[in-house]
């Protein structure tokens, strides 16, 4: 079920959001709810790297742990 809310535009977004409505053939609403939830997306996908980045802060990977790994970064002869 979908809720109506208000939101208040500035004259330039609201024109940049009607001309892409427009191009992308939708509706005003249907734009900015894509958007909305893209730009959620993409809050919860940074928020997940800080809080992985944090842990290999707080734990890094030893020269052991890396090491086993570089034989396969490594073409083979061809």
């Keep these: 079920m979908m809720e109506t809310v208000q ?3 500035d004259k330039e977004l609201l024109q940049a959001t009607d001309t892409a409505a427009r191009r ?7 734009l900015v709810r894509d958007a ?6 993409a809050l919860e996908i940074r928020a997940k790297e800080d809080r ?3 842990a290999y802060l707080k734990h ?5 742990e890396t090491s086993r790994w ?6 083979p002869p061809e």
């Design 24 to 30: 992308m053939r939708q509706n005003r609403s249907a």
């Design 70 to 75: 570089e034989a396969e970064g490594v073409w």
């Design 52 to 54: 992985e980045r944090e």
């Design 60 to 64: 890094p990977q030893t020269p052991e």
């Design 7 to 9: 939101v208040v535009l």
């Design 36 to 41: 909305l939830r893209r730009h959620l997306s």
